[in-house]
């Protein structure tokens, strides 16, 4: 059972970029899934607020993909600020257990500067 990511990298202030998680060992269409991501010095947050990720959600400059056929999420983040400056994890939660048996992945660092 894993989460993988992928796609972050360092990127200058405005651009683009797009992350991927690909699950294993489980189907996501079982669980609750979502993008967290930690600051420097910050706690871990959940990207734009989004508990779950339907098949298509866009939020500002955040754009949600989900592929349950696939068993992939994608995190796309365009005009890339500072302060979106994070560690970007996907993470899985069943629906009918406890946060302590959430799946995570290992993590992206996502660095937005000039």
């Known amino acids: 059972v894993q989460l993988v990511e992928s796609g972050g990298g360092l990127v200058q202030p405005g651009g683009s970029l797009t992350l991927s998680c690909v699950a294993s060992g489980f189907s996501i269409r079982d669980y609750y899934m979502r993008w967290v991501r930690q600051a420097p010095g910050k706690e871990r947050e959940l990207v734009e607020g989004?508990?779950?990720i339907g098949d298509e959600y866009v939020s500002g400059r955040f754009s949600f993909l989900r592929d349950n056929g696939k068993n992939t999420l994608s995190l796309h983040i365009s005009d890339l600020k500072p302060e979106d400056t994070a560690v970007y994890y996907c993470?899985?939660?069943?629906?009918?257990?406890?946060?302590?048996?959430?799946?995570w992945g290992q993590g992206t660092q996502v660095t937005v500067s000039s």
């Open positions: 989004v508990s779950n």
């Open positions: 993470n899985a939660r069943n629906p009918a257990g406890p946060a302590s048996n959430d799946i």
